[in-house]
């Protein structure tokens, strides 16, 4: 048990989330049981400092009923703790930690997927052609959606794209 509370001591909080980029629900999942491991600090900080001696003897000199006293220092004398099986905290605590391992995972996968979407468009955009030096086809064959508009307009008789002259204005004045 020391061995647990020296590494929970050395735990930096605020540096786990940022470093491991957690984000959405595992990031709040870190937060929620983090705000728990402080409560039960403070809990077992606040009990540890109170007073765990009864002065009896105090009480007896006070008050008149000693049958009172006595019988609250046998009640005292004779208390035992109840002890609680804390197996079902901990598979609580492990199912937790599977999640979030999961969710790490998970989110792990969608970030490396990402970046590497993300490196293949920086390496097309650094071995991408000028656009003045791509020829009609080249445009085609990468946006075949382009060639298929203009086959409709031109076998509607429209040799001209709808709001170009809003756009761009009128050069047949030039």
Same mark, same amino acid.
């Given at each position: 048990?020391?061995?647990?509370?020296? $590494?929970?001591? %050395?735990?930096?909080?605020?540096?786990?989330?940022?470093?491991?980029?957690?984000?959405?629900?595992?990031?709040?999942?870190?937060?929620?049981?983090? %705000?728990?491991?402080?409560?039960?600090?403070?809990?077992?900080?606040?009990?540890?400092?109170?007073?765990?001696?009864?002065?009896? $003897?105090?009480?007896?000199?006070?008050?008149?009923?000693?049958?009172?006293?006595?019988?609250? @220092?046998? =009640?005292?004398?004779?208390?035992?703790?109840?002890?609680?099986?804390?197996?079902?905290?901990?598979? $609580?605590? @492990?199912?937790?930690?599977?999640?979030?391992?999961?969710?790490?995972?998970?989110?792990?996968?969608?970030?490396?997927? =990402?970046?590497?979407?993300? =490196?293949?468009?920086?390496?097309?955009?650094?071995? $991408?052609?000028?656009?003045?030096?791509?020829?009609?086809? @080249?445009?085609?064959?990468?946006?075949?959606?382009?060639?298929?508009?203009?086959?409709?307009?031109?076998?509607?008789?429209?040799?001209?794209?709808?709001?170009?002259? @809003? %756009?761009?204005?009128?050069?047949?004045?030039?």
């Amino acid at each position: 048990m020391a061995v647990g509370r020296s $590494a929970a001591l %050395k735990i930096d909080w605020s540096r786990i989330g940022s470093s491991l980029g957690l984000k959405g629900s595992t990031a709040q999942a870190l937060s929620n049981f983090k %705000k728990r491991n402080d409560d039960a600090k403070r809990k077992v900080q606040m009990l540890s400092d109170q007073p765990q001696t009864i002065d009896f $003897a105090a009480y007896r000199s006070q008050l008149k009923n000693q049958a009172v006293i006595d019988q609250i @220092e046998n =009640e005292f004398k004779n208390f035992k703790p109840v002890s609680y099986d804390v197996g079902r905290q901990l598979k $609580a605590i @492990e199912a937790f930690e599977t999640q979030a391992v999961k969710n790490a995972q998970e989110t792990k996968g969608v970030v490396d997927k =990402e970046l590497q979407d993300l =490196e293949n468009t920086l390496k097309n955009i650094e071995e $991408a052609r000028p656009f003045e030096d791509l020829t009609v086809d @080249e445009v085609a064959a990468a946006r075949p959606d382009i060639d298929q508009r203009t086959e409709q307009l031109v076998s509607k008789g429209r040799w001209q794209v709808p709001g170009y002259k @809003e %756009k761009f204005g009128d050069l047949s004045l030039l």
